[in-house]
């Protein structure tokens, strides 16, 4: 498998995440990055929160390791944290809600990031013994 397909479908998983609260309030995370870009623009200080900053980081670091000729393993998995994070949370709240649809969402990206990681490792593997 590609690390650059495997860093596109991380990002493009990111997206999807499924977010539920009260009795009829929710959103998809690409509704919520669009508005979370409008208040960014009216002001900034409302939308720094650890839960927006670091997965639109990770986000922004899996979009740069598209773009590279060999994509970084640190860059890749620092998105993966950065963005594992949220999605973990999500899948939590989706368990003991329980909500279907939450955990539906969560569950593309971490299987993504899972086979990932494994795949990374499987380069490492492979390079240590091509050298020895």
């Known amino acids: 498998m590609n690390s650059r397909l495997l860093n596109a479908v991380l990002l493009a998983t990111s997206l999807i995440g499924y977010l539920e609260w009260g009795t009829d309030q929710s959103l998809f995370l690409f509704q919520g990055e ?3 870009f409008s208040k960014f623009i009216a002001d900034p200080m409302s939308v720094l929160h650890p839960f927006t900053v670091l997965p639109f980081a990770g ?3 899996l979009l740069v390791t598209l773009f590279q000729k060999k994509p970084s393993r640190w860059l890749t998995l620092l998105g ?3 963005i ?3 999605f973990v949370m999500i899948l939590f709240i989706g ?3 329980p909500n279907v649809k939450m955990i539906a969402s ?3 990206f971490l299987v993504t990031a899972v086979l990932t ?3 990374h490792r499987r380069i490492v593997r492979e390079a240590r ?3 020895t």
């Open 84 to 86: 594992g994070l949220l």
């Open 129 to 131: 013994v091509a050298s």
């Open 59 to 61: 986000q922004v670091l």
């Open 106 to 108: 969560a569950l593309p």
């Open 80 to 82: 993966i944290a950065s």
């Open 117 to 119: 990681i494994r795949h």
């Open 95 to 97: 368990v003991i809600g």
């Open 34 to 36: 669009v508005e979370l």
